[in-house]
């Protein structure tokens, strides 16, 4: 049973920064890419970043330059550096996993962290 468990979210003002954490089961970073998505309230839910397996990572337009994605597999841990934080950042942050089926279709969820950003 693969467990993804975020942690880091909370609420902060629009120019801030946050780390939002993902511990996974052991060795699924080294068998899966690797994600994050988000859900603002009212809209579908989005791909932010992505990592591979060997390491190439990938960013959605809208936070380029201001989104880290990085992992430690010694702490089988997923991490999302957020920097220069925007209102619009707000939402549910999910870690994902195993990405077989797609960018928008990984096999495994979190259960999500809040992320506030006020102005």
């Known amino acids: 049973q693969v467990q993804l468990v975020e942690s880091g979210g909370g609420s902060v003002q629009a120019g801030g920064s946050l780390k939002l954490s993902c511990a996974a089961s052991k060795y699924i970073l080294s068998s899966c890419g690797m994600g994050w998505h988000r859900q603002a309230p009212g809209k579908e839910r989005e791909l932010v970043s992505t990592?591979?397996?060997?390491?190439?990572?990938s960013y959605a337009d809208s936070v380029k330059g201001r989104f880290t994605i990085s992992q430690d597999h010694a702490k089988n841990t997923l991490y999302l550096q957020m920097n220069s934080l925007k209102t619009e950042d707000t939402g549910v942050y999910y870690c994902?996993?195993?990405?077989?089926?797609?960018?928008?279709?990984?096999?495994?969820w979190g259960r999500g962290t809040q992320v506030t950003v006020s102005s």
């Open positions: 990592i591979s397996i060997g390491g190439p990572a």
């Open positions: 994902a996993a195993c990405y077989e089926l797609g960018p928008n279709h990984p096999n495994y």
